[in-house]
C-alpha cells in the first residue's frame, strides 16, 4: 500500500531535550515536506527536499533541522524544543511530475511543557 | 497578499443537500494546479481532488467536484448529497509551476458540518 509513516503519533517532552520525528515513504516519491498546522493559522511548510542530499527551508523553519540521506526518509530534528513549537505536524511527499499530489502522513501531534 | 483564500467561518449543511466551499487564489504563474484535502476530527489529510490549470473541463471525483472559474480565479469545491461523514475542516491548496521546484500553499481551511 502506498503510504507516508510518521512516528511516533504523539509525542509529549519538555523544553530543550532534543526529539527526531521520523517520516518515510514507499511511493520512491523525490519531493517531500513538513509541515506543521496551527488553529487559525493553516498549514505551513517547515522544509522541503527536491531529492537525496537536496534540502530547503520552507515558510517557518526557525528551530527545524531535517536530513535526506535516503529517497524514502526525511527525519525532522528539533534540537532544543521550545513551548511554541507544540504543534500538529505532518510529513508529506510528491513526485514532481503529473498531477503531482501530495500525499501527507497520519500527523504527529507534540506537545512541548 | 494571500495566495489561497478561504473566507468562509463555518459551513453547515443538512444530511443529503448539496454545499458548496469557496476558494480563490491568486498568482501570475500560467501553470497552476488547485487541489482540496479533507481533514476529518482525527487529523489525517485526505486528498479529494485536483484541478489543472490548464484542464478544460471541471475536476469530479465521486461526490466531489471542482467549480473552477480561471478568469473569476475560483476553485469552489461542491459536495453533493452531504453525509454525516462530510463533517470535516477542508483546505484548498494550489502548487504554483512544475516540477519538483514547485511549492504547494495552503488556504486556512473551513470546518463543515453536516446535520442529520
Known amino acids: 500500500e502506498a503510504q507516508v509513516t510518521q512516528n511516533p503519533r504523539y509525542l509529549i517532552t519538555v523544553t530543550g531535550k532534543k526529539l527526531t520525528v521520523t517520516c518515510s515513504q514507499n511511493m520512491n516519491h523525490e519531493y517531500m515536506s513538513w509541515y506543521r498546522q496551527d488553529p487559525g493559522l493553516g498549514l505551513r511548510q517547515i522544509y522541503y527536499s527536491m531529492n537525496v542530499e537536496a534540502t530547503d527551508k520552507g515558510d517557518v523553519p526557525e528551530g527545524y533541522k531535517v536530513s535526506r540521506k535516503e529517497k524514502r526518509n526525511f527525519p525532522l530534528i528539533l534540537e532544543s524544543p521550545s513551548p511554541n513549537q507544540t504543534s500538529l505536524y505532518f510529513c508529506?511527499?510528491?513526485?514532481?511530475?503529473?498531477?503531482?499530489?501530495?500525499?501527507f502522513g497520519p500527523g504527529t501531534r507534540l506537545t512541548v511543557l | 497578499a494571500q495566495k489561497i483564500t478561504q473566507t468562509q467561518p463555518g459551513m453547515f449543511v443538512q444530511e443529503k443537500e448539496a454545499v458548496t466551499l469557496d476558494c480563490t487564489y491568486d498568482?501570475?504563474?500560467?501553470?497552476?494546479?488547485l487541489f482540496w484535502y479533507k481533514q476529518p476530527s482525527s487529523g489525517e489529510m485526505i486528498f479529494l481532488i485536483y484541478q489543472g490549470s490548464y484542464d478544460q473541463q471541471n475536476a469530479t471525483e465521486g461526490r466531489y467536484s471542482l467549480n473552477f472559474q480561471k478568469a473569476r480565479k475560483s476553485a469552489n469545491l461542491v459536495i453533493s448529497a452531504s453525509q454525516l461523514g462530510d463533517s470535516a475542516m477542508y483546505f484548498c491548496?494550489?502548487?504554483?509551476?512544475?516540477?519538483?521546484?514547485?511549492?504547494?500553499?495552503f488556504g486556512k481551511g473551513i470546518t463543515l458540518s453536516v446535520r442529520p
Open positions: 508529506a511527499s510528491r513526485s514532481g511530475y503529473g498531477t503531482d499530489t501530495q500525499y
Open positions: 498568482t501570475s504563474d500560467p501553470s497552476y494546479g
Open positions: 491548496a494550489m502548487r504554483e509551476g512544475t516540477g519538483a521546484n514547485s511549492k504547494l500553499t
